[in-house]
C-alpha cells in the first residue's frame, strides 16, 4: 500500500478506469493505492472526505505525474482510514463503512440517486434499476428518473464499492458494471457479500 498527493486520474490516461465525473481542475486530491481481490485500487480524498475511488487495469497507480502537495489537501487520516476500510472489507471484517463523502463532483441527480443507493442497500442486499428509481423520487430531494437512467447514473459512480453500485441490478439478470474488468467484478462482489450463491468457479482470492 503506498500514499501519493497527486492530481485526479485523468479518464484517458493509461491505466485508470476513472468512471465518475471529472473532478474540478483546481482540486488536487490526496491519493492511496491498495491491491484487492478485483484487482488495484485507487483512493482519493479531498479536504472534505473521499472523493473518488477508481480501478487500476495496470500496477502504477493513476495516470498522472505526482505533483507536489498543496495547501487544502486531505490529511493522512482520513486517506489511511478510507484505505484501512476497504482492506477490513476486503478481509470480510466490514460491513458498513464510516467516511465522510465528497459529492462536490456529482450532479444533483447523481447525488440523489447514488445517496439513497448508499443509506437504503445493505451488505448482502440487491436491488433492481427500477426499485432504486422509485426509492430516488420518494428521498429528501425527489428527483424523477427512469430505470436506464439509474443504470447511466450507476456507471458514473464515483465512489463504488462505498456507494455499492455492483448491489443494483437488472429484473432479470446482474445488469451491467463497468468497474475493473466488468461483469464478473459485480458478480464477485455480491457472492462475496452473500447476495448470490457462489458458483463453482467462484474463488475468494479474487477474479
Not at 486530491?29 to 478485483?38: D, E
Request: charged residues 15%; hydrophobic residues 40%.
Amino acid at each position: 500500500m503506498t500514499e501519493l498527493a497527486r492530481a485526479a486520474p485523468d479518464p484517458a490516461a493509461p491505466g485508470s478506469t476513472a468512471r465518475g465525473p471529472a473532478v474540478q481542475d483546481s482540486l488536487v486530491l490526496s491519493w492511496a493505492t491498495l491491491s484487492s481481490p478485483v484487482g488495484p485500487l485507487a483512493v482519493g480524498c479531498s479536504p472534505a472526505g473521499v472523493a473518488r475511488i477508481d480501478f487500476i487495469r495496470t500496477p502504477g497507480g493513476p495516470g498522472r505525474p505526482e505533483r507536489e502537495p498543496r495547501a487544502g489537501q486531505a490529511g493522512p487520516g482520513l486517506l489511511a482510514a478510507a484505505r484501512d476500510q476497504l482492506a477490513e472489507y476486503f478481509a470480510g471484517q466490514r460491513r458498513v463503512f464510516d467516511l465522510p463523502l465528497d459529492w462536490s463532483g456529482c450532479s444533483r441527480a447523481q447525488r440523489q440517486v447514488l445517496s439513497v443507493l448508499y443509506e437504503s442497500v445493505a451488505h448482502g442486499e440487491t436491488v433492481t434499476y427500477g426499485d432504486l428509481a422509485q426509492r430516488a423520487v420518494a428521498g429528501p430531494d425527489g428527483i424523477s428518473l427512469p430505470a436506464r437512467a439509474i443504470g447511466r447514473v450507476m456507471g458514473s459512480n464515483p465512489l463504488p464499492l462505498v456507494v455499492p453500485c455492483h448491489r443494483v441490478v437488472a429484473g432479470n439478470g446482474l445488469g451491467g458494471y463497468s468497474g475493473g474488468t466488468g461483469i464478473e467484478v459485480k458478480r464477485w462482489l455480491l457472492i462475496f457479500e452473500g447476495a448470490l450463491p457462489a458458483t463453482m468457479d467462484w474463488d475468494v482470492a479474487g477474479v
